[in-house]
């Protein structure tokens, strides 16, 4: 059974399930699940006016623990 969810709240669910995850490999994921394009940029802009908040990473990659 395929189930059908919205983009924002794939979205959503995808930062919930995955808290570390980066703008780019969202958008990946959001044009695997949908066959939407969205820039990281603007990925980043949706989730923020949502109430998200994500901490820069300045040496572009994942925080390791």
């Not at 395929?2 to 930062?15: A, Y």
């Not at 995955?18 to 969202?26: N, Q, R």
Request: hydrophobic share 35%; aromatic share 8%; proline share 6%.
């Amino acid at each position: 059974d395929l189930e059908f969810t919205e983009p924002s709240s794939f979205l959503k669910d995808q930062v919930d399930a995955v808290p570390d995850i980066t703008m780019p490999e969202l958008a990946e994921a959001l044009q695997d699940a949908h066959g939407l394009s969205a820039t990281p940029e603007a990925l980043s802009r949706f989730l923020i006016r949502e109430g998200y908040s994500f901490k820069k990473n300045t040496g572009h990659e994942r925080t390791r623990g």
